[in-house]
């Protein structure tokens, strides 16, 4: 097979593509070329889900399992040597699990959005994992249009989820684990390359050092489907699979290419605070494509990851081919979105310390809804007390308050060597001012964003008397909780 040669499974019959740009949706390839057209366009930028289908990808334990993702942002060479699902292939000679579920629970009017919720039901009924309430919920999170009401179709998933069942789609899913996603097509003016060892990487950047990186897809492909621009040449990180590593030890190190999801689901036990921050981060079709290095990358101001992770005294292993490089989490933001990266260098993984049992640390998520949203406000919080209750570290990130994300070093000053107290805590408060010059926008004005910045340090006070390092309670109504909600969580 020629390397520019696209080779994937839809819907059980494995397909060559080499004429195609590569940056062509599986969306647009699936409605435009293949005319499957149960699979719908909505929002095209991932907020919808009526564009959901399943992709079979391998998880942290090696097993193949099937995720549902936008396609709309998703581009052809993301699926080399994967199987794709559609709403298409579900009926066989009876209907699915989930179809049967959605019909029965009257969770269809219009139709649009339905191929899109039954293809999240359809993993959801293969998932061995959903023991919560809470988590039919973050399963639907990422399907908004819903004519029907959130009830019956709330009352299909639970019909489905787990099951199981021992049909055609879970015979084949064990010979259905990925092969190899190398690709490489390039013209005069275009590149677009998915090298799986470093040193075919670091080739390319020789070649091609103004190449950008991809590997989720869920931020640069909306220049594609919203912006209308075309990135010339694009270099994917996907086949690295040192950057798809999670390692636990006195150091946690989390790869760059690890999923938001596959973070969600190693941070629940181990690090507390990063799950809360990453369980409403985004759906889940986002959260399976969404990657560590990619939100802290583009250096948002209000990406979410960042401010937790400096909370906790995350550490950023840069690699060239000169070597690895570590720079400290509060260094590698230099700018609105800048990094430390040298041109030919990238995220490797983020190495942070495994927090002490004792120490307090939370973080906080403040938008207009709930899931799926952008920050106004976000913040992750790190205090530790020695055994007189003084504080000897204090680490307070923050989104949406700077250019970058940013620590809050007067308040941190206010803290440290201070009772850790009421009276304590409202001189950091007031120190925040010093730290922060917010802006106003259209998420919140910037008399707002400072009361809330203030706010969420007094809830975190608050908020850790009775658990220094508390999870979300499966139904929580506020950012943050009260004391009895979290004995109950």
């Not at 499957?36 to 992709?55: M, P, Q, R, W």
């Not at 709403?87 to 029965?104: C, F, I, R, S, T």
């Not at 490089?325 to 495994?354: C, H, I, M, N, S």
């Not at 620590?407 to 001012?433: D, I, M, N, S, Y």
């Amino acid at each position: 097979m020629k390397p520019d040669t696209l080779r994937f499974n839809l819907n059980g019959t494995w397909i060559e593509e080499t004429n195609l740009p590569p940056t062509t949706t599986l969306l647009r390839y699936l409605r435009d070329v293949r005319g499957l057209v149960g699979t719908k366009e909505g929002c095209a930028e991932g907020d919808c889900g009526a564009c959901s289908v399943a992709i079979v990808e391998r998880g942290q334990d090696g097993r193949p399992e099937y995720r549902a993702v936008n396609s709309c942002l998703v581009l052809l060479p993301m699926v080399q040597g994967k199987h794709v699902v559609t709403v298409e292939a579900l009926k066989g000679d009876d209907y699915h699990p989930a179809q049967h579920a959605m019909a029965k629970a009257l969770g269809s009017q219009c139709g649009y959005c339905t191929p899109g919720i039954v293809m999240t039901l359809f993993e959801a009924t293969y998932r061995d994992d959903l023991k919560e309430p809470w988590q039919l919920d973050d399963q639907l999170a990422g399907n908004l249009c819903r004519c029907t009401g959130y009830r019956p179709i709330r009352d299909a998933a639970k019909a489905v989820a787990g099951t199981c069942p021992g049909d055609r789609f879970a015979a084949a899913l064990p010979g259905s684990a990925p092969g190899s996603i190398a690709f490489h097509h390039e013209t005069s003016a275009t590149l677009f390359a998915t090298p799986t060892t470093f040193d075919e990487l670091w080739a390319l950047l020789d070649e091609h050092p103004d190449a950008r990186f991809v590997v989720g897809g869920t931020d640069l492909s909306l220049e594609i489907t919203k912006k209308f621009q075309v990135p010339p040449k694009l270099v994917s990180l996907e086949g690295l699979r040192e950057l798809r590593t999670l390692r636990e030890g006195p150091t946690l190190s989390l790869g760059s290419a690890v999923t938001l999801s596959e973070l969600e689901a190693f941070t629940r036990a181990r690090l507390p605070s990063v799950h809360r921050m990453v369980r409403y981060f985004a759906a889940r079709q986002v959260k399976h494509r969404g990657t560590v290095g990619g939100n802290l990358c583009t250096a948002s101001p209000i990406g979410d990851l960042a401010p937790v992770l400096l909370s906790l005294g995350a550490t950023g292993v840069l690699r060239s081919r000169a070597g690895d490089r570590r720079v400290p989490l509060d260094q590698f933001f230099t700018g609105y979105r800048k990094t430390a990266l040298q041109p030919k260098e990238l995220l490797v993984a983020v190495e942070l310390p495994a927090p002490s049992p004792t120490a307090r640390a939370a973080a906080y998520k403040v938008s207009k809804r709930r899931e799926l949203d952008i920050s106004a406000v976000s913040a992750g919080f790190f205090v530790e007390t020695d055994a007189r209750n003084v504080v000897t570290t204090a680490r307070l990130g923050y989104g949406g308050m700077a250019a970058t994300p940013k620590r809050a070093p007067h308040a941190e000053q206010a803290l440290t060597g201070q009772p850790w107290t009421e009276a304590t805590l409202e001189v950091a408060v007031k120190a925040l001012a010093t730290d922060f010059t917010p802006m106003s926008d259209h998420r919140g004005s910037a008399a707002y964003r400072s009361l809330v910045a203030g706010n969420l340090l007094r809830g975190f006070f608050l908020e850790t008397r009775a658990t220094p390092q508390p999870t979300l309670a499966p139904r929580h109504v506020a950012t943050v909780m009260t004391d009895e909600e979290v004995r109950h969580g």
